[in-house]
């Protein structure tokens, strides 16, 4: 009896693929949005985020990176929307992500930035539009403002 044997692929070593990362506008009781000056983004200014760490859903990864960045505790956090960025000059090193982009509430405005921070402001979304943004953060501000998510979050 000749039993079927399952092939399974090997993967190339020298194979790379895109990191899952989360990141997400956060706005505040009194209507404001958080952007960061971090030193990944070459001088530009985002919202925290990072990596998903392997086993660990979305939702947590976007948890604790706000946490480990700037010490913030998030409530309603919502899907927001999808972006890629394929070997960017704006990001500090050549990188491929996939960016989930949530948006979520923090009852605090008192940020405990770590080492990643530079600086970081509570602004409108229109105020933060005037900021050196990196055009992924432009992008999560405008389709906040656009849909007025905010409202969500703060009545």
Not at 68 to 90: H, Y
């Amino acid at each position: 009896m000749i039993q079927d044997q399952i092939i399974i692929p090997q993967v190339s070593q020298n194979k790379q693929f895109p990191l899952t990362t989360v990141g997400a506008l956060v706005v505040s009781s009194s209507e404001r949005i958080l952007i960061v000056k971090t030193t990944k983004w070459k001088g530009t200014w985002g919202v925290p985020g990072g990596k998903v760490e392997w086993g660990e859903t979305l939702e947590a990864a976007l948890i604790r990176e706000f946490q480990e960045e700037v010490g913030l505790a998030l409530t309603n956090v919502r899907f927001g929307l999808i972006q890629e960025a394929v070997i960017d000059s704006q990001f500090m090193r050549e990188a491929h992500f996939i960016m989930i982009n949530y948006y979520a509430f923090s009852a605090s405005e008192t940020i405990t930035p770590n080492e990643e921070i530079e600086e970081w402001a509570w602004v409108t979304p229109q105020q933060g539009l005037k900021y050196p943004l990196n055009t992924y953060t432009r992008i999560l501000i405008e389709d906040y403002r656009d849909k007025k998510i905010d409202r969500l979050y703060c009545n």
